[in-house]
């Protein structure tokens, strides 16, 4: 798992609990943005259709369907995000 915040990887072999946080900068590790169902582009920011809507992303939650996030899950949105931040640019070319 990697944390969402300073990009620590913990390794890790439980599921966090709400108040679990990351070694490195204090993250909670039970939140969305460290969710294999995290995804900004959606209305609720979450793929999982039976999840409750989380106001905060990055706080701890109790989200019975969490599953932590892997390094292709977390490089696969800095990726979206990059693509999204140069057509952005492009358009004021």
Same mark, same amino acid.
């Given at each position: 798992?990697?944390? %969402?915040?300073? $990009?620590?990887?913990?390794?890790?072999?439980w599921?966090? $609990?709400?108040?679990?946080?990351?070694?490195?900068?204090?993250? @909670?590790? %039970? =939140?969305?943005?460290? =969710? #294999?169902?995290? &995804?900004?582009?959606?209305?609720? $920011? =979450?793929? &999982?259709?039976?999840?409750? @809507? *989380?106001?905060?992303?990055?706080? $701890?939650? @109790?989200?019975?369907f969490?599953?932590?996030?892997?390094? *292709? &899950? *977390?490089?696969? #949105?800095?990726?979206?995000? /990059? /693509?999204?931040? #140069?057509?952005? /640019?492009?358009?004021?070319?």
């Amino acid at each position: 798992m990697i944390c %969402h915040q300073c $990009g620590h990887e913990i390794a890790i072999t439980w599921v966090p $609990g709400r108040l679990d946080t990351c070694s490195a900068c204090s993250a @909670y590790l %039970h =939140c969305c943005l460290n =969710c #294999r169902f995290y &995804e900004p582009t959606l209305s609720s $920011g =979450c793929q &999982e259709p039976q999840a409750e @809507y *989380v106001q905060d992303k990055a706080a $701890g939650n @109790y989200c019975e369907f969490f599953q932590p996030g892997t390094k *292709v &899950e *977390v490089r696969r #949105r800095e990726a979206q995000a /990059e /693509e999204a931040r #140069r057509a952005f /640019e492009d358009l004021f070319r």
